[in-house]
């Protein structure tokens, strides 16, 4: 049993991501969207604790919302996975519930 | 329990009257309720401050929708989850909060406590015990 | 598959519609049903009609009402929250004496128990808002 969840705020605007963080479960995933994404990118303050999670969650990001918002791919913190909205339906799918954090 | 009973959560993470999530979110239990579901509510983060206690919207115009909170019981929706954690980041004690009960069908109408305050990691595992996660 | 689909804020404002639109189209191309979209909050505002967005910009009402008759989705606007915010339908515009109507094709407007029943019916129920 897991759940997807999807995070669309910058975590410098809300703390959805930090909230997310501190709920979600070994096993879950959360898929960065809008401006959730910036909390995928490497060398902000937040990216220590993103990447502490990888591994023990399964973190991804939206690849149209990164490339609109001109984060290269390089950029990413590691083990961070990036996908398309196909991507976002397989991940929907394979998760047991969904829980979007406004 | 039947097939066709889901368990759904309402995740309450806003503060009342800045925007109107709050009282929408509200308005879907209340509808909810006559679907027969197995319903919970979660409060945490800014959500706690829908449940306090004295809210007067009367200087600002606004309908003042926390006592309906404490009608909820009669819908049959018993189950309100108030994280502990965000209770102490806000400065709040679960004396700041409105008291709202239910009458147990199940125990010759014994009036019960719908609030529940639970730890994170209790309330993590509530949420990830659900069918339907209903976030406004 | 069945997705359930619920749409919390309005057009061009916020994303949140843009990726409901693109994660329900990918979802049906992919084979899975979305058998409803459920519009609520500020997400009433997506079935106006009267909208008109520069011609180079994507419009999000009719990209939501081809995507309907394409895959026969169920786009249900919420009553109450539509009335709060000037949505009507024909029907409704008569019976509140008002003089307009402004409800894209493709589109109807029910209650909050469509979003429950959209819950129940569903395998996976998917919230985009702010």
């Known amino acids: 049993m ?42 902000t303050t937040l990216a220590d604790t993103v990447t502490a999670k990888v591994g023990a969650l399964s973190i991804c990001v939206l690849s149209g919302d990164i490339s609109a918002r001109g984060i290269d791919q390089k950029r990413l913190i590691k083990g961070v996975t990036s996908v398309d909205y196909t991507g976002f339906v397989k991940l929907a799918a394979s998760h047991d519930r969904s829980q979007a954090w406004l | 329990m039947a097939d066709n009973i889901k368990k759904f959560l309402y995740v309450n993470r806003r503060a009342p009257y800045g ?17 027969d579901q197995d319903v919970s509510l979660a409060f945490f983060d800014d959500g706690v401050f829908q449940l306090t206690k004295g809210q007067n919207t009367e200087e600002i115009g606004v309908k003042n929708f926390s006592p309906t909170f404490r009608a909820l019981g009669d819908y049959d929706v018993t189950k ?57 | ?52 967005p520069p011609q180079d910009e994507r419009n999000i009402q009719k990209n939501w009402t081809a995507l309907a008759q394409k895959h026969e989705v169920d786009l249900v606007i919420c009553i109450a929250a539509a009335q709060r915010r000037g949505m009507l339908d024909a029907n409704e515009a008569k019976r509140q004496g008002k003089d307009a109507d402004n409800i894209a094709e493709g589109f109807r407007i029910s209650g909050l128990g469509q979003l429950i029943e959209m819950g129940i019916q569903t395998d996976r129920l998917m919230v985009f808002g702010d």
């Open chain 2, 80 to 136: 309100l989850y108030v994280e502990q954690e965000s209770l102490d980041e806000r400065g709040l004690t679960a004396a700041d909060l409105q008291e709202i009960t239910y009458e147990d069908e199940d125990d010759d109408w014994a009036e019960k406590p719908s609030l529940k305050i639970v730890s994170r990691a209790e309330l993590s595992d509530i949420m990830a015990d659900q069918d339907v996660v209903l976030s406004f």
């Open chain 2, 19 to 35: 925007t109107i999530y709050a009282l929408e979110a509200l308005e879907v239990v209340l509808i909810g309720a006559a679907f």
């Open chain 1, 2 to 43: 897991s759940t997807l969840h999807t995070v669309n705020k910058s975590p410098f605007a809300t703390n959805a991501l930090a909230s997310c963080l501190n709920h979600a479960k070994d096993g879950d995933t959360i898929l960065l969207i809008e401006d959730g994404v910036y909390g995928a990118a490497t060398g």
């Open chain 3, 1 to 52: 598959m069945k997705f359930g689909v619920v749409v919390n804020e309005g057009p061009y404002t916020h994303q949140a519609s843009d990726t409901a639109y693109n994660f329900a189209k990918a979802a049906l191309e992919s084979g899975h049903e979305v058998p409803r979209v459920f519009f609520y909050h500020d997400g009433v505002n997506v079935g106006t009609r009267l909208a008109v």
